[in-house]
């Protein structure tokens, strides 16, 4: 008997309804989940917001992050939910990574990464929903993650991971353009059989064409400091003539 509750007659591009409802970072841990690939290889796990739920004697992990995809440049955080990409197309071939030219998705630069893990002892039923919006208009849409995809199974316990783009053909459309700043939320749900929600873990992902680093900070606040410099040279070779 199947332990993860899926409601099979909704499909993933046939979403739950639209509203305007704004997603906030929330979680348990920021951190790393050394137990999550989502689905790849080489995708960074040391920087999710994960929330652990209890129900009962059963256990479950939720985890969502924001990460590069392939070689397009990093995504930071802020250590507190807030991850920092970079708007524009998509460059890289999942067949050769190394290939720099347009891909032919036309794919963001980053991903939002999810991972799911049930430990299901006591033959409870659990269904999963995934909430995303753009923050920015406060449009917002989401689907139930159904049993079979990603590695969700019907087995007692399990782990569903994956690494989804919001260009991606089955995702619904709030107001996203991979070439424009926003800032979009993501978040993850948990629910029992009777369908109350038991808990959920959030984040938010602000796209701007230069991210808002604190390296770049950091170099403004050099180059201030050395007009600074110039000018007291200026001002005592003046003083001295």
């Not at 951190?31 to 995708?43: D, E, M, Q, V």
């Not at 990603?150 to 070439?179: K, V």
């Not at 939320?185 to 059989?193: C, I, N, R, W």
């Amino acid at each position: 008997m199947k332990k993860i509750l899926a409601l099979t007659s909704i499909l993933l591009a046939g979403g739950l309804a639209a509203s305007a409802v704004t997603i906030t970072p929330s979680y348990g841990n920021f951190g790393s989940l050394a137990n999550a690939n989502f689905g790849g290889k080489g995708i960074p796990n040391n920087a999710v917001a994960t929330t652990t739920i209890a129900n009962g004697n059963d256990s479950i992990t939720l985890g969502l992050t924001a990460t590069a995809r392939y070689l397009n440049p990093t995504v930071g955080n802020d250590g507190a939910g807030t991850f920092s990409a970079t708007s524009g197309m998509n460059f890289g071939n999942p067949a050769n990574p190394s290939d720099q030219s347009l891909s032919t998705h036309d794919y963001a630069t980053w991903n939002f990464d999810w991972y799911i893990n049930l430990t299901d002892a006591s033959s409870s039923a659990y269904s999963f929903k995934l909430l995303y919006g753009n923050n920015t208009t406060a449009t917002s849409s989401g689907f139930v993650i159904p049993t079979g995809t990603s590695g969700l199974t019907s087995t007692t316990s399990g782990t569903g991971q994956d690494s989804w783009n919001l260009s991606m053909g089955f995702m619904n459309n709030i107001g996203f353009d991979a070439n424009a700043s926003g800032v979009y939320g993501f978040e993850l749900q948990a629910f029992d059989a009777a369908g109350d929600l038991l808990g959920s873990t959030a984040i938010n992902v602000d796209v701007r064409s230069v991210p808002d680093t604190g390296s770049s900070v950091t170099l403004l606040g050099c180059a201030l400091i050395g007009i600074a410099f110039f000018s007291l040279r200026q001002n005592r070779r003046q003083t001295a003539k």
